[in-house]
């Protein structure tokens, strides 16, 4: 997200979580003349989602946003995760790209001390966005005490189909390409109709 007002939309739907891209090489990239930290709503949580960022910029840009929680994205590992958690006490969603079972299998439970969030992406040659889909059945294999969000490739058409992952680590949905009009640019009608069957 980087329009305030569709921002605001979202947070009276009750949305949870709002990502923010930080990562320049994406056509969804925030930088500081798309939106800036007072235009923002006050009562959702903002993720911010960073690839290969040094500490430095993933400290300074949690505190211009106001972020509640990063999301490392690139590869990083659990002393980076530390660091970032160190120096600006926000939450930490650490993102893993799944191509087959044995990336949700053989995560290790060090994760368990610094993040908040796991996240499963679809394993494509950039970074999120890519709009396809992992095999979900290889979740039953995750076993690591936290909690984890859905993403990759999740439409409207696919909401049914997630009210039925019944993993009792499951905590909810990443949706992003299959609910744009453009990069960044939400279809909001899409977002209120998967809501209401999600939430039925």
Known sequence: MRDP????TLENMGVDLMGMIFFPKSPRFVDGEDVCSGCV???????????????????????????????LHGGEDVDFANLVKKHTGVGIIK?????????????????????????F???????????QQFDWSVLDEYSLDLPFLLSGGVGVDDAEAVKKIKHPKFAGVD??????????????????????????
């Open 95 to 119: 993102a893993v790209s799944v191509l087959g079972v044995d990336d949700v299998k053989n995560l290790t439970a060090e994760w368990e001390s610094v993040a908040d969030y796991m996240l």
């Open 121 to 131: 992406d679809y394993k494509c040659v950039g970074y999120g966005g890519s709009g």
């Open 41 to 71: 709503p006050k009562k959702i949580a903002k993720v911010g989602v960073f690839v290969k960022a040094d500490l430095a910029t993933v400290v300074a840009t949690v505190k211009k946003y106001n972020l509640s929680f990063v999301q």
């Open 175 to 200: 949706v992003n390409s299959k609910f744009e009009i453009s990069p960044a640019n939400k279809d909001i009608e899409k977002i209120k109709t998967f809501l209401s069957i999600i939430r039925q």
């Open 5 to 8: 007002q569709q921002m605001q």
